[in-house]
């Protein structure tokens, strides 16, 4: 009798570890979902410190910020010393900048490039990539928090943790990982309170006496589909054969910069992403943050480096320049590099 | 602090992510329980060998190595007499003679499609991809406005 009542047992689990693997938590995908829209139902105001690590340096931001929900933001830079003083009011569709340095207010538009923040957790495949998992009670900067933790089901590696407000869902402090374990980045609240409202004159996007408004960087336009972002195109598109697992096409865009045309394809699963730029120029680009890395890519000589949390691989093969940013290793791009043949 | 306590703080503590009250905790408690410092070792030996796995190799300096691979792709400037030569090769020189003998023309132009292309820089690469990547969940905000707001002294008004 009690070998069938085992054996039941046995296959209930079974059951239930493979439609659940890697101790995927129903309960973490929930928390994840309320806390990347937790800022459109509440207001706050703060400090932020924002650290991105490389091999061999860090660079940090220090912010005031003001949050009135859903949308305003007035975010003021104490650090780093080049952007001190910096002043940005947002509404989410436009962004002023105050440049007290310059006199003048810098104005983007970045809702024409398509890109409005806020966009819907792709919950579907965070699902399929991630597990997530809430953990210990903690607390960040005085309010009560849990962890989630995102470890990669592919991989098993850790790929972020988030310090989530147990009152708010508000993402308190968040922690990315490179894939050899370090820490890549990371964000903490140093003081944050909730409060019902802010004066609206703080988001008020106007230009003080003695500034002058011009207009800001401007960026490529996220394409409607990829025909629409390929049929401009003077040279012939490559794509990659090879991607990460859980990686998938997100969108296309298409600019145009120094007269260079140049296509940019982005890939993501979830969380992390990367781009891949291609241009007929058949030019390496200038390193802007000191000197490049030599790495093969196939059978081509290429070039790496790291700007923040992100890396660079650039390199050239029938007459294009081909360029992987993102926050994944130096030789997982060359592998996805690799796979690239114009 | 127990064993319980202890052991979902260990990775933390590898990464010097604890408090000081805390990390002292640790800190004393592996001190005192074999299995939880067997578990911090454990750990320990994964962060090298992940480190290991990755770790770029390196048989020369790399600005040494990317110095030369650099300097091999380089553009070479040609020099006045190969401009010359190839000024005066037959399918330029047949019709620049026709024209001199017609006397029409006195000034000769540049080709400019002999130019080298723009060079890009990386910069206007991790814009770009900040740009198209900031509504992720994993974009942090004030970075992201800082990187973008950064390229804003250099932008040209709209032609």
Same mark, same amino acid.
């Given at each position: ?63 005031? +910020? ?17 952007? #001190? ?44 990539? #991630? ?15 849990? @962890? ?31 894939? &050899? ?8 609240? &140093? ?52 991607? *990460? ?44 943050? /000191?000197?490049?890395?030599? +790495? ?47 | ?63 040494? @190595?990317? /110095? ?88 040209? *008004? *709209?032609?």
């Amino acid at each position: 009798m009690a070998r069938p009542l085992f054996a039941l047992v046995c296959a209930l689990l079974t059951v239930i570890v493979a439609h659940n693997p890697a101790g995927a938590s129903p309960e973490g995908n929930t928390l994840l979902q309320r806390a990347v829209v937790a800022d459109d139902a509440t207001s706050y105001t703060g400090t932020l410190t924002s650290v991105v690590y490389t091999s061999d340096r860090a660079e940090s931001t220090v912010v005031n +910020i003001d949050h009135l929900a859903p949308s305003q933001w007035r975010i003021w830079y104490v650090a780093p010393a080049d952007a #001190y003083g910096r002043l940005i009011v947002s509404n989410e569709t436009v962004t002023y900048q105050y440049e007290p340095s310059a006199n003048k207010v810098y104005a983007n538009n970045w809702s024409a490039s398509a890109l409005a923040l806020g966009d819907a957790l792709d919950t579907e495949r965070v699902e399929k990539n #991630y597990a997530a998992q809430v953990g210990a009670e903690t607390s960040v900067a005085g309010r009560s928090a849990h @962890i989630l933790t995102m470890t990669s089901k592919h991989s098993g590696t850790l790929v972020e943790r988030l310090w989530i407000d147990d009152q708010t869902n508000l993402i308190l402090r968040r922690e990315i990982y490179h894939a &050899d374990g370090t820490i890549a980045s990371k964000m903490s609240f &140093d003081n944050v309170r909730t409060v019902k409202t802010l004066p609206k004159e703080l988001f008020n996007l106007s230009i003080p006496a003695r500034m002058t408004l011009v207009p800001g960087a401007t960026y490529a336009t996220k394409a409607a589909s990829d025909v629409e972002a390929t049929s401009a195109l003077t040279f012939t598109v490559v794509r990659p054969k090879f991607l *990460p697992e859980g990686f998938a096409l997100a969108h296309e865009s298409l600019g145009t910069h120094d007269a260079v045309q140049t296509l940019q394809i982005v890939y993501d699963d979830g969380l992390r992403d990367f781009s891949l730029f291609e241009n007929a120029t058949g030019r390496i680009p200038k390193f802007d943050n /000191g000197a490049p890395h030599p +790495i093969a890519v196939g059978d081509q000589d290429g070039f790496y480096s790291e700007a923040g949390n992100e890396t660079i691989v650039s390199w050239n093969a029938g007459g294009l320049n081909l360029t992987l940013v993102g926050d994944l290793p130096a030789k997982e791009l060359s592998a996805i590099g690799a796979s690239l043949k114009p | 602090m127990t064993c319980t306590d202890c052991r979902p703080l260990i990775v933390d503590y590898v990464h010097r992510q604890l408090d000081d009250v805390t990390d002292a905790g640790v800190y004393t408690h592996l001190h005192e329980c074999a299995a939880c410092m067997q578990a911090h070792r454990e750990e320990l030996a994964l962060g090298e060998a992940l480190r290991a796995a990755f770790a770029p190799e390196r048989a020369l300096p790399t600005s040494v @190595i990317a /110095g030369v691979r650099m300097a091999m792709h380089a553009d070479e400037q040609p020099s006045f007499v190969a401009r010359l030569r190839a000024f005066l090769r037959p399918q330029l020189a047949v019709p620049l003679a026709v024209v001199v003998m017609i006397g029409g023309a006195s000034v000769v132009r540049y080709d400019h499609t002999s130019a080298p292309a723009p060079q890009l820089s990386t910069n206007y690469f991790l814009r770009e991809h900040v740009a198209q990547t900031m509504s992720s969940p994993s974009s942090d905000r004030a970075w992201s406005d800082y990187v973008l707001t950064s390229a804003n002294a250099d932008a040209q *008004p *709209p032609r």
